[in-house]
C-alpha cells in the first residue's frame, strides 16, 4: 500500500502551485508534478552544497512555494480569464490523453546504461547520508557519472523512493517517464493556445495540440520510458520557448515560462543552455515592448526562478570539485583532432538530426510569402524569436562538440541525438501550429476567424487587450 499511497501524496506540495500557474483543476493534475520535481530540484540545489537532507530542504522549498502559491489564490478574488496558454478543454485533455500514449511503452522495464549509471545512481547517492553526494563530488571514481549533472531527477526519484518506502529502478522509471509526459503535455497546450489565436476551431485546436504531443513522443525515439532525462529537458524547454516568444506577454505566461525553463534547466546540461536562451529573450522581449501585463519585479521573479537554481548548482559543483560537463568524456578518450575535422563531423551530424527544424522555418517563410500575396486570407508571421532561441542553443551545442576532446565521431553517435531533441520538437511544434492556421484560414471553408483572432461567440475581451492590427495573425505582437 504504501509504494503506490506514498508517490501519490507526494503530489500534494504541488497542487497548490500548479492551481496558481494553470488556473484550472485539469490542467493542475499535469502541473503539479511539474511543480514538486521543480522543489526537488531547487532542495536538492541546497543540500548538496549545505551537506543538509533532501527531505528537509525540499520540505523548505514546497513551504515557501505553497505560500506564494495561496497568497497569488487569495489575491485572485474575481472571476480571472481563461490563461493566455489555455487551448480549450478539449485541447487540454487531448493533449494529455496523447502524452499519455508515450507511457504504453512502461509496459516492457527497459531501463538504459546511461540511466542506471548517472541519474538514478545519483538519486541512490541522495537516499544515503546527507553528506554522501558531497563527498563524491571530486571522487575520480564517479568521474564517469557526471557528478555535475543537474539534480531535478534524481533528487524527484530520490523522494519518491522515500514516499514509497523502496529503492527500486522501476519506480525511478516510472517517476522520469511521467515527468516526461506532463512537460510534453505543456508543450500540446502552448500549440493548442497559438491555434487558437489564428481562430482554429476547438476540434482543430484539440487536433494540432494530440498531432504536436505524439509527434515529440516520436522525436524522443523511446527516450522517454528508458530512463533518460532528455525528453522531459527538451519538453520543457519547448514548452518555455512557445509560451515565452509567441503567445501574448502575459503574466500568466510569465508564470508558465519560469516553471517550464526551471525544469529544463534543473534537468540536463542542454536544458540549461535553452532555458537560459528562452528567459533572456523573453526578458528582453517583455522590456522593449509597451505592455503593461507583467511589470519588473514579477519579471525578475520569473527570471530568477528560472535560472537562479541551475547557476547555483553549477557554481556549486565547480566550488567542490566536479569539474565540468564533459570531463566524463575527456577522462575516457582523449583525442581532440583537428578543428576542421570536428566540425565536418559535427554540423552534418547536427543538421541531419534537426530536420523538422528546417522543414518548419521553409514550410512557414512559404506561407508567409503565399498568405501575404492573398487578400482573402489572414497573414502568417513566422516566429522569429523563436528560430533565435533554437539557433543560439544549436551554436553552443555545436561549439561544444568542436572544443571538447572526446573522440568526435563515437561522441556524435551517442549524444548528437538526444542533444537536439530540444530542437525537433520545436520544429514539430511549429509545423502542428502551421497546420491549424491554414486549416482554420483556408478561404475556400468558412474557418469563422473573427478581428481579434477568435472563433465566433468565444471572445474574452478581458484577455485580449492589445490591439490586434487586422489581417496579421502568428506570433504575437510585442506588446500584449
Known sequence: MRAVLGPCLLILPGVLPALALGGQRARSIVLAPLAVAAMAGLGATLAVPLRLPLTATFAAAALVANGGAL??????????????????????VSAAVAAT?????????????DARSIWFLHARLFVGPSDLYANVMDDAAYRFSHMDYPPLVPSS???????????????????????????????????????????????????????????????????????????LAAAAAAGAALHAL????????????????AVAALTKVEGSVAAGVVVGLYALRVVTSRSTQVSRSTLAGVVAAALAPAA??????????????????????????????????????????VWPLPLAVV???????????????????PPTLLWLAVGVQLFVLVVGFVVGDYEIHRWLEIAASRSTMYARMVGIAELATLGAFLWATDPTRRSGVTA???????????????KVRPGIVGQAEGSS
Open 157 to 231: 526519484v530520490a523522494l519518491t523512493w522515500r514516499a514509497a518506502g523502496q529503492t527500486d529502478l522501476r519506480t525511478a522509471q516510472i517517476v522520469t517517464a511521467v515527468l516526461g509526459a506532463c512537460a510534453l503535455a505543456t508543450l500540446g497546450w502552448a500549440v493548442a493556445a497559438i491555434a487558437r489565436r489564428v481562430g482554429a476551431a476547438p476540434a482543430v485546436r484539440a487536433a494540432a495540440a494530440a498531432a504536436a504531443v505524439l509527434g515529440c513522443i516520436a522525436a524522443a525515439e523511446g527516450g522517454l520510458t528508458r530512463g533518460y532525462v532528455d525528453a
Open 452 to 466: 481579434d483572432g477568435a472563433p465566433p461567440g468565444r471572445r474574452w475581451p478581458s484577455v485580449e487587450t492589445r
Open 363 to 381: 514550410s512557414s517563410v512559404l506561407a508567409w510569402w503565399l498568405t501575404s500575396r492573398s487578400p482573402a486570407r489572414a497573414r502568417w508571421r
Open 71 to 92: 497568497a497569488a489564490l487569495r489575491q485572485s478574488t474575481a472571476p480571472s480569464p481563461p490563461p493566455t496558454s489555455d487551448g480549450g478543454g478539449a485541447a487540454t
Open 312 to 353: 547555483a548548482w553549477y557554481a556549486a559543483a565547480v566550488a567542490m570539485g566536479a569539474g565540468l560537463a564533459s570531463a566524463g568524456y575527456t577522462s575516457s578518450a582523449p583525442d581532440p583532432g583537428r578543428p576542421l575535422d570536428r566540425i565536418g563531423a559535427t554540423i552534418p551530424s547536427v543538421a541531419i538530426e
Open 101 to 113: 500514449v508515450g507511457l504504453l511503452a512502461l509496459r516492457a522495464p527497459t531501463i538504459d546504461h
Open 246 to 261: 509567441v503567445l501574448p506577454i502575459r503574466r500568466d505566461t510569465s508564470l508558465m515560462v519560469g516553471l517550464l525553463a
